[in-house]
């Protein structure tokens, strides 16, 4: 019990030390979604995501992915994949 009082007491000192990124209002949105396909093991995985900024007036970021995974073994998995990430550029004065 003490542990865990020690661990709790220590990430919350940690946060509060922590700098916020700004006070700027934004929004993260990511979507995926996975399907096994037919042969044992292999599996395809997809997402796209948005970025907003600026209290929503603007967009940040946008991408796309697509990977494929297969489980060689219960304790091991390879996969590749592939994201496409699309910068928006904000002109500043």
């Known amino acids: 019990m003490i542990k865990l009082r020690s661990i709790i007491s220590a990430l919350l000192i940690a946060c509060a030390l922590l700098p916020a990124q700004a006070d700027d209002f934004g929004l993260w949105t990511e979507a995926s979604a996975s ?14 995501g948005f970025r907003a900024n600026n209290h929503w007036k603007s967009g940040d970021r946008g991408n796309v992915g697509l990977g494929l995974s297969y489980d060689m073994l219960p304790f091991l998995e390879v996969a590749g994949a592939y994201n496409f990430i699309y910068s928006y550029s904000h002109a500043t004065c």
């Open 35 to 48: 399907q096994k396909l037919g042969l044992t093991g292999l599996k395809l995985d997809g997402n796209i």
